[in-house]
């Protein structure tokens, strides 16, 4: 049974569109994060919600918006795609903000 | 700043050799340090954290950390590398609260 899921896996898209990543945790966990990995492996935290409330926002263009419907799921909207948005997302998530179990990633690819 | 080096963004070792990976680490507060394991196009899993308990840590696959405060170190080793390891392997600190700032990465290679 699949602990932190994401839809989709791969997504592959113009400039300018608009799309969305999901993620669904099944461990009952009250912390769920969104993470970029850039083509050198890079990992940076983007947002985190806990019990439903962002609590970490970094410094992110205000393209992209999280939002968090229950504790189970964060989903990630990103508006007017760029190249430079070309990367995998990962969620994760954690209890009270203790060691994180990571979803498979989506591969995002801007043409 | 807290903050999180990796010391080599690649390492190469023969089959049965003893893996290295090293990690330092600068954080204000009591560091809770973990070692996260990436295998190609995976996400991240942990392979073992410290939590201020026992300074030597032992996690899955037979890798094991030592947590050395006088030198902010908590390098990641495993005494007999095999090919299965090969992956990339990421050291992160809690920085408070509910914020881990992960390193950049050692990607690790084992030859046969």
């Known amino acids: 049974d699949t602990a932190v899921s994401q839809t989709p896996k791969y997504l592959v898209t113009q400039m300018g569109n608009d799309k969305s990543i999901k993620c669904e945790q099944n461990?009952?966990?009250?912390?769920m994060y969104w993470y970029k990995q850039d083509s050198k492996k890079f990992l940076k935290i983007m947002f985190s919600?806990?019990?439903?409330?962002?609590?970490i926002n970094e410094t992110v263009p205000n393209r992209f918006s999280p939002k968090s419907p229950d504790k189970a799921h964060l989903n990630l909207h990103i508006n007017s795609l760029e190249l430079g948005d070309s990367a995998v997302y990962f969620c994760?998530?954690?209890?009270?903000?203790?060691?994180?179990?990571f979803g498979p990633g989506t591969r995002l690819t801007v043409l | 700043a807290q903050s999180v080096t990796q010391l080599g963004s690649h390492v190469s070792v023969s089959e049965g050799a003893l893996v290295l990976l090293r990690c330092n680490y600068s954080?204000?507060?009591?560091?809770?340090l973990f070692w996260y394991v990436q295998y190609p196009n995976q996400g991240l899993q942990l392979l073992l954290k410290?939590?201020?308990?026992?300074?030597l840590v032992k996690g899955i696959n037979g890798f094991e950390a030592e947590f050395k405060k006088s030198e902010t170190s908590f390098h990641l080793t495993k005494p007999s590398a095999h090919m299965s390891d090969a992956a990339e392997y990421f050291c992160?600190?809690?920085?408070?609260?509910?914020?881990?700032?992960f390193g950049a990465g050692t990607r690790l290679f084992v030859k046969a």
């Open positions: 994760a998530s954690s209890q009270e903000g203790a060691w994180q179990f």
């Open positions: 461990l009952g966990h009250d912390t």
């Open positions: 919600y806990n019990n439903k409330e962002l609590i």
């Open positions: 954080s204000s507060v009591p560091p809770y």
């Open positions: 410290y939590t201020s308990a026992a300074t």
């Open positions: 992160a600190v809690r920085v408070g609260g509910f914020k881990t700032i």
